[in-house]
T-cell receptor
């Protein structure tokens, strides 16, 4: 167990809908990262937050947004969902920088 | 931006043999190189990492080497066991920035 908790584990929703994925980082970790993993694909960086502030952005679609709250948990919001958004979404956390980033178990999103 | 290439995409070895996975990165300023193991249905697990001021690091049956001049790094697993079967990802980052991952290597260890 990495100590990073993601909910829900599975999510099935229809095209056009909006969902929110939640991540609780390890105790004491200030940085949160979101990654997308499509079927048989690598891990694509979406966005990073550090202590509530956006720190780095990857190839995140405009339909997607995220935030980190004062208690350091983070949420990834995906809207106007398309079939191609079906993927595993991972959250990772680290104490400060990306060194020794620990991943959660992921949320499997299926858009039908 | 940083790009990481990883080879091979699949690797099959007999139990007890060694396995080597290689990665090349593009940004010469990258200074942190972790390796992750991902088992089916689970999140990536950090197994070893190396920083740019070190050329080699070993942890039991796992070792990582870094060649900064050639901009590549490799994962070596010795005395492979069936439980080593998984997908392995290399990654690179600059300072405390985001991790850029390779495309993964599916390792199968046959008994």
């Amino acid at each position: 167990d990495s100590g990073v908790t993601q909910t829900p584990k599975h999510l099935i929703t229809a095209t056009g809908q909006r969902v929110t994925l939640r991540c609780s980082p390890r105790s004491g970790d200030l940085s949160v990262y979101w990654y997308q993993q499509s079927l048989d694909q690598g891990l694509q960086f979406l966005i990073q937050y550090y202590n509530g502030e956006e720190r780095a952005k990857g190839n995140i679609l405009e339909r997607f947004s995220a935030q980190q709250f004062p208690d350091l948990h983070s949420e990834l919001n995906l809207s106007s969902l398309e079939l191609g958004d079906s993927a595993l979404y991972f959250c990772a956390s680290s104490e400060r920088g990306v060194n020794e980033a620990f991943f959660g178990q992921g949320t499997r999103l299926t858009v039908v | 931006g940083e790009n990481v290439e990883q080879h091979p995409s699949t690797l099959s070895v007999q139990e007890g043999d060694s396995a080597v996975i290689k990665c090349t990165y593009s940004d010469s300023a990258s200074n942190y190189f972790p390796w992750y193991k991902q088992e089916l249905g689970k999140g990536p697990q950090l197994i070893i990492d190396i920083r740019s001021n070190v050329g080699e690091k070993k942890d039991q049956r796992i070792a990582v080497t870094l060649n900064k001049t050639a901009k590549h790094f490799s994962l070596h697993i010795t005395e492979t066991q069936p439980e080593d079967s998984a997908v392995y990802f290399c990654a690179a980052s600059l300072n405390t920035d985001k991790l850029i991952f390779g495309t993964g290597t599916r390792l199968q260890v046959f008994p």
